[in-house]
């Protein structure tokens, strides 16, 4: 045990569990509902890079595919590129658990740097997967982006906290 923080959501969504893998591992479909590509061939062992969607080929995220279990199971390490974290990687597992004509999907962050990761996660995969989820659903990802909430709270805050 590290003491570094975790971050733990679940959420429910009406899909199958292979609807679900697919969205995980699919680079276009990544890109519909997270504005990234999730690009990889998600065997053990693999590199996988969360890739900007307007043909640059940057990745913001990568990482290392540790595990795949299709449909049930991902786990993968995701760190900004550059560097490896001095604590090592952090570590993101999908959990996929069917349930009549639903799935469970817990999504697991461990291995945060520190207080501004968590917070990072804290804003980012609720809103990620709430796309997910819609697009899953609805055959549509929400409206606007849902993590530009955050950026702009945290902008409005920001300005409150030094008016000049």
Known sequence: MTGRP???YVTYIHATPEGVWNALTDADLSAAYWGHSNVSDW???SRWEHQRTDGSGIAD???TVLETEPPRRLVMTFDPPGEPPPAGPSTVTFEIEPYRDIVRLTVT???LADED????AAAGWPAVLA???SLL???HVLPQPPWEIHAELRAANMARANPL
């Open 109 to 111: 962050h461990e291995n």
């Open 6 to 8: 975790e971050y733990v």
């Open 137 to 139: 659903e609805t055959g």
């Open 117 to 120: 990761a968590f917070q990072a």
């Open 43 to 45: 065997q053990p062992g």
């Open 131 to 133: 796309n997910l989820k």
């Open 61 to 63: 995220v990568i990482g």
